[in-house]
């Protein structure tokens, strides 16, 4: 059975930083591509990186590129999100995900994915 379990989330200052991490069990991490989404308030989800499966190439939207780095530790099966010089913006529900064509839904802008972590609060706020 496949579970992602996330962790990390919290309160920061803007500016801070955060680190969020993502356990997965029931498949190894070079079987999907794996990623990070998240869920602002009566905003629709967007994807803020992806790992992808064939070749480890990373891909992340304007908006957080330069302040947020993806990486995976495959002898932990964990995958992570580190999250440098968090903004307000930045405040949503973060959810990492895992499907064989990830970085494909998020090229495409589609929130799309066959597992999904249960989610973690994210607030930038002084």
């Known amino acids: 059975q496949v579970q992602l379990v996330e962790s990390g989330g919290g309160l920061v200052q803007p500016g801070g930083s955060l680190r969020l991490s993502c356990a997965a069990s029931?498949?190894?991490?070079?079987?999907?591509?794996i990623g990070w989404f998240r869920q602002a308030p009566g905003k629709e989800r967007e994807g803020v990186s992806c790992?992808?499966?064939?070749?480890?190439?990373?891909w992340y939207p304007d908006s957080v590129k330069g302040r947020f780095t993806i990486s995976k530790d495959n002898a932990k099966n964990t995958f992570y999100l580190q999250m440098n010089s968090l903004k307000p913006e930045d405040t949503a529900v973060y959810y990492c995900?895992?499907?064989?064509?990830?970085?494909?839904?998020?090229?495409?802008?589609?929130?799309?994915?066959?597992?999904w972590g249960q989610g973690t609060q994210v607030t930038v706020s002084s």
């Open positions: 995900a895992a499907d064989p064509n990830l970085c494909v839904h998020f090229a495409y802008g589609k929130s799309w994915s066959d597992y």
């Open positions: 790992i992808s499966k064939s070749d480890d190439n990373t």
């Open positions: 029931g498949f190894t991490l070079d079987d999907y591509a």
